[in-house]
């Protein structure tokens, strides 16, 4: 949805300043089709810097799982997840690395 039209990338923004679960979850998760293509590395930041320290367990399995997919497309994720493993929920990380090699989750998860 968000990688076929740019101009509402901003949208995932507004979302994630909701007060609903599901928005904020979706805000992360709308931009997981254009990571697949190595897009939004830096809407992705910006958004899980707003939501790293949300409480709601389905909001972070959301941005781990976006984190999960930029992981598989691009090398780009893995020093982004070791600059925010010290300050992230263990779920978030846990769920950015189902994807990794055995070698790269015991390195993430350190």
Do not use: N
């Not at 968000?2 to 928005?23: G, P, T, Y």
């Not at 190595?38 to 389905?58: A, E, H, N």
């Amino acid at each position: 949805m968000i990688a076929a039209r740019l101009r509402e990338r901003q949208s995932v923004f507004v979302w994630a300043r909701s007060s609903d679960r599901w928005h904020r979850r979706g805000g992360m998760r709308a931009l997981i089709q254009g990571t697949r293509r190595k897009m939004f590395l830096p809407q992705i930041k910006r958004l899980s810097g707003l939501l790293l320290r949300d409480g709601d367990d389905m909001v972070q399995k959301g941005l781990g799982g976006c984190c999960a997919r930029r992981q598989v497309r691009c090398c780009e994720t893995v020093p982004y997840l070791l600059e925010i493993r010290g300050r992230s929920p263990r779920l978030v990380l846990r769920t950015a690395c189902e994807p990794c090699p055995p070698r790269r989750k015991r390195i993430l998860a350190a």
